[in-house]
């Protein structure tokens, strides 16, 4: 699909559930999330006839995400059945990764291709200081069961802190050098619970290159710029929504889990897909692409999406 601007669109980020087991500090209000009826969300159904419909449209990769995907119950089946449709080249789920040492193996079964598990700090206070609710051991538990069921070129996504955890990017980076991971510093987008934060938080991930350590640039992958630290086995991204902003070269449209498209992470724009089927519901696809906005302003101001990160999916 081609958007107004001309930017080929194949990549469709569902979440599937604005619900989480964790509540991290730049994401979600402590208190969770509103109670709302099951019906205000997406059924198992309707979110493999999205994907499917959006695969229709040329969508190649999908990625599930949420909230936490891993609490949605169903989420084994939804995997088998996105999986099923002709003409998916990918499906991976991005996670907290603390449900992934029951899970991981049932994913990988299900033919989940790739997994990004999120990881901010590899200090235990830390982690249960952001998370409010979270363990440190159980997603390094979760990253090992990921790879003991056979996931490969798993990513870990820390998003960068400042004050909190950007004396942590040297270990890291080490992780890399025994690890086949790609280690990706996210710049902190100024949206929900965050957006009222310092500005000494909100770090350009350039601050990486900055370390001492000797990084080499390879070739970018996506919208991540990347390196490697010489003889290691992993790899280095930055993904710069601010600092180095790539809405030029953005191939992703978004389904929020009470069913709006976003065209654009973080703009106010949505369009309800709820109660289309077959053509109505491609037709629906192809005009959210269409309008999808040509750049967010961040570098001008917050997001302009209401939403919290956890009720859009990242
Ligand atoms: N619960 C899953 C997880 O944490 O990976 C999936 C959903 S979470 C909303 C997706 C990603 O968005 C996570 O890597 C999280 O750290 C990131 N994220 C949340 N709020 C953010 C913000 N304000 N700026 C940058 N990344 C953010
Ligand atoms: Fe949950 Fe992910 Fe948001 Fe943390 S970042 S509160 S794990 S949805």
């Keep these: 699909m081609q958007d107004g601007s001309g930017r080929t669109i194949d990549y469709l980020r569902l979440s599937v559930t604005d619900l989480c087991n964790y509540r991290c500090r730049y994401c979600m209000p402590e208190e969770g999330v509103c109670k709302r009826p099951h019906s205000d969300i997406l059924s198992l159904e309707e979110l493999a006839e999205i994907g499917e419909a959006a695969v229709h449209c040329g969508v190649k990769k999908i990625r599930l995400t949420g909230g936490e ?182 191939r992703r449209i978004r389904v929020t889990a009470d069913g709006k498209l976003k065209g654009c992470l973080h703009s106010r724009e949505e369009l309800p897909l709820r109660g289309l089927h077959g053509e109505a519901l491609e037709a629906a696809i192809r005009q959210g692409v269409l309008h999808k906005p040509q750049r967010h302003h961040l570098s001008e101001r917050s997001s302009d999406t209401p939403r919290n990160m956890n009720q859009i999916g990242g």
């Design 69 to 250: 995907p891993l609490v949605r119950r169903g989420i084994l089946e939804l995997c088998r059945r996105l999986r099923a449709v002709s003409g998916l080249e990918e499906l991976c789920l991005t996670t907290n990764g603390s449900l992934l040492p029951e899970l991981a193996k049932p994913l990988r079964e299900t033919g989940v291709d790739r997994l990004n598990i999120s990881l901010d700090t590899l200090r235990p206070d830390r982690f249960a200081a952001m998370t409010r609710l979270g363990r440190l051991s159980d997603v390094l538990d979760g990253i090992r069961a990921a790879e003991d069921a056979g996931f490969q070129n798993i990513k870990l996504d820390t998003v960068l802190i400042g004050g909190f955890n950007d004396d942590e990017t040297g270990d890291f980076l080490a992780l890399t050098m025994e690890h086949p991971w790609e280690v990706r510093f996210i710049e902190l987008m100024p949206m929900g619970p965050c957006a009222a934060w310092e500005k000494s938080c909100f770090l350009s991930a350039d601050t990486v290159l900055k370390s001492n350590f000797p990084l080499q640039e390879i070739d970018p992958c996506g919208v991540a710029r990347r390196y490697r630290l010489p003889g290691a086995v992993g790899t280095v991204g930055l993904i710069s929504p601010i600092s180095h902003e790539f809405c030029g070269e953005c």
